[in-house]
């Protein structure tokens, strides 16, 4: 099973933004992920249209599996 971590951040315009982390570690914590987030906004890594990232949002981890199907 995949498991991504999403974590959301407003811009400076309010708008929400979504960044989205594959192979997430099974014991990551919320003070991690907060420090994360921290870093992205302080550093003024990411900006976008609607401005730079200027406020956490929320942030979760998606669980996905996937299964091939043979179609021949």
Do not use: C, H, Y
Request: proline share 1%.
């Amino acid at each position: 099973m995949a498991k991504s971590l999403v974590m959301n951040f407003l811009t400076e315009t309010g708008k929400k933004v979504a960044l989205k982390v594959p192979n997430v570690k099974d014991d990551v914590t919320k003070d991690q992920i907060l420090s994360v987030m921290n870093t992205v906004i302080s550093k003024n890594i990411f900006t976008t249209s609607n401005g730079a990232l200027s406020k956490v949002d929320s942030a979760r981890i998606d669980d996905s599996t996937s299964t091939a199907i043979d179609l021949k």
